[in-house]
């Protein structure tokens, strides 16, 4: 069974940062593509990141307004996703999921197959 | 960027109705488009994959239609498990995005 554990959320102030985790299991880590979703309360979703796997060059993509301040890796070692954010406001705040992307073949990349619970993320002073 | 437009933003029906969402893409993504159920206070799930592939376990009230620029989700007879948000996505190509959601309840 596929399972995505987030954690790391709470309450921070503007300014902060902080590193959200996901922990997976039940798949083949190593071989996967992972997004990272964001949904502010009583708010639609936000594509936030996605990393590729490290076979292929774990490289990352980032929606543009948080591109420089998002950070997105992954530890192979531990089936481990992490989202690190910076420079934190009020509007970072949000659930933050992680979701699987590519798997593997048949299927490409694109699909949010499996989403983990969420961590909830509030900014605030 | 793709942006996608989902109508309606809110909807009431009743348990056996049709039920029909649009998602208006501004470019042409041909069938490159998800639809995800949100129920409340839980993860999105997956329902239909490319434009109309439905995902295992979905029951068959749920269909998926369109290319290009518009696509539809229908649900032909409402359940009252169906009350959720549904949100349409597309994976053209980076950055992906999602529809801004469309929130079904029981009239």
């Known amino acids: 069974e596929v399972q995505l554990v987030e954690s790391g959320g709470g309450l921070l102030k503007p300014g902060g940062s902080l590193r959200l985790s996901c922990v997976t299991s039940g798949f083949t880590f190593t071989s996967a593509w992972m997004n990272w979703v964001r949904q502010a309360p009583g708010k639609g979703l936000e594509w936030v990141g996605r990393?590729?796997?490290?076979?292929?060059?774990?490289?990352?993509d980032y929606v543009a307004p948080v591109n420089s301040r998002f950070i997105i890796s992954r530890d192979d070692s531990k089936n481990t996703l992490y989202l690190q954010i910076n420079s934190l406001t009020p509007e970072d705040t949000a659930v933050y999921y992680c979701?699987?992307?590519?798997?593997?073949?048949?299927?490409?990349?694109?699909?949010?197959?499996?989403w983990g619970q969420g961590t909830l993320v509030t900014v605030s002073s | 960027d793709i942006q996608l437009t989902q109508s309606p933003s809110s909807l009431s029906a009743s348990v056996g109705d049709r039920v029909t969402i649009t998602c208006l893409a501004t470019q042409d993504i041909s069938n490159y488009l998800n639809w995800y159920q949100q129920r409340p206070g839980k993860a999105p799930k997956l329902l239909i994959s490319?434009?109309?592939t439905l995902e295992a376990g979905v029951p068959s009230r749920f269909s998926g239609s369109g290319s290009r620029t518009e696509f539809t989700l229908t649900i032909t007879s409402l359940q009252p498990e169906d009350i959720a948000t549904y949100f349409c996505q597309h994976y053209d190509h980076i950055p992906y995005s999602f529809g801004q959601g469309t929130r079904l309840d029981l009239k």
């Open positions: 490319d434009a109309s």
């Open positions: 990393i590729k796997s490290t076979t292929d060059g774990a490289a990352t």
């Open positions: 979701t699987t992307d590519f798997m593997g073949p048949p299927r490409g990349f694109g699909y949010f197959a499996f």
